[in-house]
Structures are given as C-alpha cells and as structure tokens.
C-alpha cells in the first residue's frame, strides 16, 4: 500500500488529496488569505474520510512554487511540522510541472495515445505583469506519463515570453489571461483544450508517487519553496500578494 498525502496553497485556492494507492480523495476550498486556518483542517479530514492516521502516510508532498510567495511559505511549513513528527519523507513538486501533468491527463483522457502527446508550456500569473513559465514533453514512465522539463523555470513579460519548439504546444494554466498579450508567433502555436487553471493537488501526489517509490524526497527540514524570481518584490498591487 502507498498512501501519499498531498497539497498545495500556491493560489487562491487551498488543495489537499490523499493518495491510497490508485483511488484519491481531494478537497478544495477558496480560501484567499485563510490558507494557514484551513489547511490542517482540510488535512484532518482527508484522512477521517480513509480511517487513517498521518503515522500511516508514505510520505507528505506538496506545492513548492513557483505561486504565491506566502502560500509557497505556508505550503512548505505545514510539509515541515507533519512530516518532522512522524518522520516522513518530503517530496517537493513543481506547481508548472504539476500543470502539465493535469494538461496531458485530460488530452489522454480524449483518446490522444501518449507517443502523438505535444510539448506542453506551463503558464501561472506571476501577478507584477509578469508569468511564470517551463516547457514539457511527455514521458511514459511505466505507463504513467511524466512531464520532462524541456527548460528551465522563469518569470518574464507576456510579451517576452517564448518557446522553443517549433510545433503545437499544449498550454496550462491561469497564465493564459495574457495571451492577447503574446507575440504573434507563439500564439499561433499555442493548442488550447479544456482550460486547467491552478496546479492540482491530486497531480502533486500523483507526480510525487514515484519519486517516493524510487527512494526519492527530502527530510523535513529540507523542505523549502522555489520562488524563481531571485528577490521577493515588497511593493504589491492592491488585493494581490
């Protein structure tokens, strides 16, 4: 039995899931600003509804950005107390990979076979007029389809964002408000379905699986957030962080 517990507090929306080996339960809840009251909650419900204890988990994954700098921070102590006292693994995951990872879900979910599966490019609202950015491609790790960083995470101007590729991508995330805002030319390359808006939580225990199977993770005190810009930015617009 693996049993990873999973969440993610990088946006508006606070997220957790409880992986039991293939069947998962997940929590949402809009909570701007109520991150640090609602997430142990939340955490202690999941695991009422599978008649567990948190002493039963594998593992503790979650979110570590790039997102909301509090959130990343309340994301990665909340990962650091309740894996500290049970002394369980970490296992940080990307919230771009994350994206990635639900945008090729729901294309597999159509009938697409995942050897015809396009570059995916992962876009979250970095707020400050700017995105946050990685490309993808999809790679079958035994029959599970993880997305492979094609580049590195950044932050840049709609304007100045660019891919790589010269083919369809597959794009995920809020980021893409901005689009009108794009250069023609990856506009053009830009293969929209069914929008996924914030990473998932459910992704994050789903990408974090293997890793702990693998023998991957960090110890609690290891656990910190990626922000990707290189100095957190005081000056914010009103009503954003």
Known sequence: MSIILAFDTSTETCLVSLLVNDETINLAHLAAREHAQRILPMVDQVLAEAGIGLSDCDAVAFGRGPGSFTGLRIAAGIAQGLAFGQDLSVIPVSSLQA?????????IETGVPVADLPSCLSLIDARMDEVYCAEYRANDWGGIVIPEALSAESVVK????????????LVSGDG?????????????????TEAIGVPSSQA??????????????????????VYVRDTVAWKKLPGRE
């Open 99 to 107: 994206l990635a990872y639900s945008a090729y879900g729901a294309l």
């Open 158 to 169: 709609p304007e100045g964002l660019e891919v790589s590729g010269a083919g369809k991508y």
């Open 176 to 192: 893409l408000r901005y689009q009108d805002r794009f250069a023609e030319s990856v506009r053009m390359q830009l293969q929209t």
């Open 204 to 225: 994050i225990a789903e990408l974090a699986l293997p890793i702990w199977q693998e023998g991957g993770g960090v110890m609690a005190e290891l656990a910190a957030p």
